[in-house]
């Protein structure tokens, strides 16, 4: 047993199970006497709700995930070329194959708001990124990723003698990156416009229900409240007589 097969297996449990889990571990690996093992293994981190959505689809959806990766390569490629046809195709896909992987994932994980905007949040640095690419795929993250920026900077323009072909002009290169950017920053507020009206439709579904169940409590307390004073009154009435025979009785008895 090791740390890197320890982690893959606590990484692919939900948060709520994981700190038991690490703890059983850690103490496997201390009574097999390895306490460095266990130290280790008592470092790591607890999976936030979006960072554990990201590393199930590394596993059930690693197909879908791989092309999205994909996309990124071919997208920092693009970019470190100042292709600007490239970087336009691998911009939309970028849009359609992220849009379609993050309904995945909230599909399979019932995502709060915020939860499905991490994650979309981290999509987007395993794309730009090639180090967050690798930490998406390995499926072990304990929070979520970002990046700050589009993409990676722009290689170095090489010499005029040793360059095969010239760039595409500095204008049309940065049209690209803007319409690139309008289209990343439209289909992350699709994906948080989405979580939203899904967190807010579940609300107003539990909502409605614990008004019915409570409206229906009330109406049978309303019921039986009626029937209590029905009773009350019937009391009421036989006291009345009760204490009326009592006064004719006594002034009989005293007469």
């Given amino acids: 047993m090791d740390l890197d097969e320890v982690a893959g297996r606590l990484y692919a449990l939900p948060p709520s199970d994981f700190t038991a889990a690490r703890t059983a571990e850690a103490r496997e690996a201390k009574e097999a006497g390895d306490a460095a093992l266990a130290r280790e293994i008592g470092k790591l981190r607890k999976p936030t709700v979006s960072a554990w959505a990201v590393n199930r689809a590394a596993r059930e959806h690693a197909d879908e995930l791989g092309e999205l990766l994909a996309v990124g390569e071919e997208l920092r ?36 708001a915020a939860a499905a905007a991490e994650v979309d949040q981290t999509l987007d640095a395993a794309v730009v990124d090639a180090d967050a690419a690798d930490e998406v795929r390995r499926g072990r993250l304990a929070k979520p990723l970002s990046y700050s920026g589009f993409a990676p900077a722009p290689v170095s323009a090489a010499p005029a003698a040793r360059r095969k072909k010239p760039p595409p002009p500095e204008d049309e290169a ?26 807010w439709s579940e609300t107003l579904a539990e909502a409605q229900r614990e008004h019915g169940e409570r409206a229906d409590k009330v109406a049978r307390l309303e019921k039986r409240l009626a029937k209590a004073r029905k009773r009350l009154e019937a009391a009421a009435h036989r006291l009345d007589v009760a204490r009326r025979e009592e006064r004719h009785a006594r002034a009989r008895l005293n007469g």
């Avoid at 049209?175 to 507020?189: D, F």
């Fill in 174 to 199: 940065r049209k690209a990156e803007e319409r690139a950017e309008a289209e990343a920053r439209e289909a992350k507020e699709r994906a948080e416009a989405e979580a939203a009206h899904r967190e």
């Fill in 77 to 112: 490629a693009a970019w470190a070329a100042q292709d600007s046809d490239a970087l336009a195709a691998a911009t939309r896909r970028r849009g359609e194959v992220t849009g379609r992987l993050s309904r995945l994932i909230r599909e399979a994980a019932d995502l709060s």
